[in-house]
């Protein structure tokens, strides 16, 4: 479904990228680890086009969208949850829905599908009048997600939703991610450091460092994480 081929990219003068190469399948949820500053968001960011790529290709469905702008990719069905899974913390739940459904002209069917994410995730239905700057972590992950889900996105694209998280609700938010995946049946390309936890849910996994990738696991078992770290440190 989505491939980046050699993609060079990074901001201004400085790049970051350089050469990445990766393909995620249609409804696989695929893993991107590595180091600290190995330029893992700025994949993201940069086949989202909030990042420019100065060299490769990005294709989805055999299309291709190099530097396509953020709010055509959003409309054509891919949505990018940055870091932490801001929420407007000024704005209540249910206002915070409905930016997610800004491309919706309908307002019907915008209310079906919030509705919709309401009824999948009852723990965010019942503070749907609340502020979300009074919601836990975990409460405004799980908005962050039902936001990016409302437009019924083809492909998601999640930037380390773990972070800041206490650890008891990592596990419960990468099951979360897992059920996303398994209900809309959407593809997924998942930027994680807690790479135990993210080694759970996905399908094949690679590691980034200074730009390029330096591995790919196409089967994830008991000795994958031990192989990962021993490449993290080389």
């Not at 909030?50 to 990005?58: A, K």
């Not at 702008?69 to 932490?84: D, F, L, M, S, V």
């Not at 930027?191 to 135990?196: H, I, L, W």
Request: glycine share 10%; aromatic share 6%; charged share 25%.
């Amino acid at each position: 479904m989505l491939e980046l081929s050699e993609v060079v990219a990074g901001y201004g003068k400085k790049k970051v990228l350089h050469g990445v190469s990766l393909r995620v399948g249609d409804s696989e949820i695929v893993g991107l680890v590595g180091p600290n500053g190995s330029g893992k968001s700025t994949v993201l960011k940069s086949l989202f086009g909030l990042v420019r790529i100065d060299g490769g290709t990005v294709r989805l469905n055999n299309a291709d969208i190099t530097n396509r702008k953020p709010a055509r990719n959003t409309a054509e069905g891919i949505c990018y949850i940055p870091q932490g899974s801001k929420t407007f913390t000024k704005l209540t739940v249910q206002e915070n829905l409905e930016l997610g459904g800004l491309f919706i002209r309908d307002s019907a069917k915008l209310n079906q599908r919030i509705a919709k994410m309401y009824d999948l995730f009852p723990q965010i239905a019942k503070y749907r009048n609340e502020v979300t700057r009074k919601l836990s972590g975990g409460e405004r992950q799980m908005v962050g997600f039902c936001r990016g889900l409302v437009m019924e996105p083809k492909l998601m694209l999640l930037d380390e939703p773990s972070i800041g998280l206490a650890p008891a609700l990592i596990s419960q938010t990468m099951k979360s991610i897992l059920d996303i995946r398994n209900h809309f049946r959407v593809t997924i390309l998942i930027v994680e450091q807690n790479v135990r936890a993210v080694l759970t849910i996905v399908n094949r996994v690679y590691l980034l460092s200074v730009g390029k990738i330096l591995h790919e696991e196409d089967a994830i078992d008991p000795s994958t994480e031990g192989r990962l770290r021993e490449l993290f440190l080389k």
